[in-house]
């Protein structure tokens, strides 16, 4: 028998034996980088967030994530790792424009929140925006007076929904062009910021990306996969591929989010479609993930 054959032969074996042992498992490898996931959860419903966009991890509550409506509803919710509505928390003091992402990340001696106010699905806007704000405690109902950063890309406007902060404080955007560019966003307070272009990702439709709690990785997500990338391969613009998980099989109406949680735990949101007078429930959904050389980002 020859070679590629005979693999995938024992591939063939172990995707069965695994299926009737009721075992789920997904793998990517792309030369030196590797990633196994399996599924930890299949999507549970979130009813209040119908809409659910974006997902950031909490850097202040243990198995928390943050999340937002893509519409016009100026509201965070954190939510637990079984989809329990932790908090509800108003943004207060500003517009909604087009919120599409929210990340966790610092702020000084703090962490913060930043929401990413980038959608431009007409292709028309003279400025994007970048809300943040301390992050609030699960008690808390309101955030007040949050900071607003503006920015333009150089070279004309891009539809957008995917944004990560890295530890350093630095943020990102990562457009929906047909192959996604990411451009750093400089935070730059009472003025309008120029984004500055670094790396061109063989991607397209993003929806969303977050940065691993000690920036070494970054995850974007598509509608059918999430892809992992080494985070020093992005800012040297040196990026031929990354390590893609398929999602397809998890049952999301609509894959939208994603973020990384403890000990290799990936939270996925998803829309729950439907009408838009009568949608239906958000989604979480989990996988658990092990990363080869987890130590090393060469």
Same mark, same amino acid.
């Given at each position: 028998?020859?070679?590629?054959?005979?693999?995938?032969?024992?591939?063939?074996?172990?995707?069965?034996?695994?299926?009737?042992?009721? %075992? &789920?498992?997904?793998?990517?490898?792309?030369?030196?980088?590797?990633?196994?996931?399996?599924?930890?959860?299949?999507?549970?419903?979130?009813?209040?967030?119908?809409?659910?966009?974006? !997902?950031?991890?909490?850097?202040?509550?243990?198995?928390?994530? &943050?999340?937002?409506? /893509?519409? %016009?509803?100026?509201?965070?919710?954190?939510?637990?790792?079984?989809?329990?509505?932790?908090?509800?928390?108003?943004?207060?003091?500003?517009?909604?424009?087009? &919120?599409?992402?929210?990340?966790?990340?610092?702020?000084?001696?703090?962490?913060?929140?930043? +929401?990413?106010?980038?959608? /431009?699905?007409?292709?028309?806007?003279?400025?994007?925006?970048?809300?943040?704000?301390?992050?609030?405690?699960?008690?808390?109902?309101?955030?007040? =007076?949050?900071?607003?950063?503006?920015?333009?890309?150089?070279?004309?406007?891009?539809?957008?929904?995917?944004?990560?902060? !890295?530890?350093?404080?630095?943020?990102?955007?990562?457009? =929906?062009?047909?192959?996604?560019?990411?451009?750093?966003?400089?935070? %730059?307070?009472?003025?309008?910021?120029?984004?500055?272009?670094?790396?061109?990702?063989?991607?397209?439709?993003?929806? /969303?990306?977050?940065?691993?709690?000690?920036?070494?990785?970054?995850?974007?997500?598509?509608?059918?996969?999430?892809?992992?990338?080494?985070?020093?391969?992005? !800012? =040297?613009?040196?990026?031929?591929?990354?390590?893609? +998980?398929?999602?397809?099989?998890?049952?999301?109406?609509?894959?939208?989010?994603?973020?990384?949680?403890?000990?290799?735990?990936?939270?996925?949101?998803?829309?729950?479609?439907?009408? =838009?007078?009568?949608?239906?429930?958000?989604?979480?959904?989990?996988?658990?993930?092990?990363?080869? /050389?987890?130590?090393?980002?060469?």
């Amino acid at each position: 028998m020859r070679a590629p054959a005979a693999r995938t032969l024992v591939l063939a074996l172990t995707i069965a034996v695994m299926a009737v042992l009721s %075992e &789920w498992f997904l793998a990517a490898v792309y030369g030196e980088d590797e990633v196994d996931c399996g599924v930890g959860s299949f999507p549970v419903q979130l009813p209040h967030v119908p809409e659910a966009s974006g !997902l950031a991890p909490s850097r202040r509550h243990a198995d928390v994530f &943050w999340t937002l409506n /893509d519409s %016009e509803d100026p509201s965070i919710y954190g939510i637990d790792t079984n989809g329990d509505l932790r908090a509800h928390v108003r943004v207060t003091g500003i517009t909604t424009g087009d &919120w599409e992402d929210i990340s966790s990340g610092p702020c000084g001696s703090e962490s913060c929140l930043y +929401i990413a106010d980038i959608g /431009d699905n007409d292709g028309n806007r003279p400025f994007i925006r970048i809300v943040r704000f301390p992050e609030p405690r699960l008690r808390d109902h309101t955030v007040d =007076k949050p900071e607003v950063f503006q920015g333009q890309y150089p070279d004309g406007p891009h539809d957008a929904e995917a944004a990560f902060v !890295l530890p350093d404080g630095q943020l990102f955007i990562v457009t =929906k062009d047909k192959f996604s560019v990411v451009y750093r966003f400089p935070l %730059e307070a009472r003025t309008v910021a120029t984004l500055e272009r670094v790396a061109m990702l063989p991607l397209n439709n993003v929806t /969303d990306a977050d940065a691993s709690a000690d920036g070494k990785r970054i995850v974007v997500r598509t509608k059918e996969d999430v892809v992992f990338y080494r985070t020093s391969h992005i !800012l =040297k613009g040196d990026v031929e591929h990354g390590a893609a +998980i398929g999602t397809g099989d998890l049952g999301e109406a609509q894959g939208e989010g994603v973020a990384f949680g403890a000990n290799g735990l990936m939270a996925l949101a998803g829309e729950g479609g439907g009408k =838009k007078r009568a949608p239906k429930p958000g989604t979480l959904a989990m996988l658990q993930c092990r990363f080869k /050389d987890a130590a090393s980002d060469n």
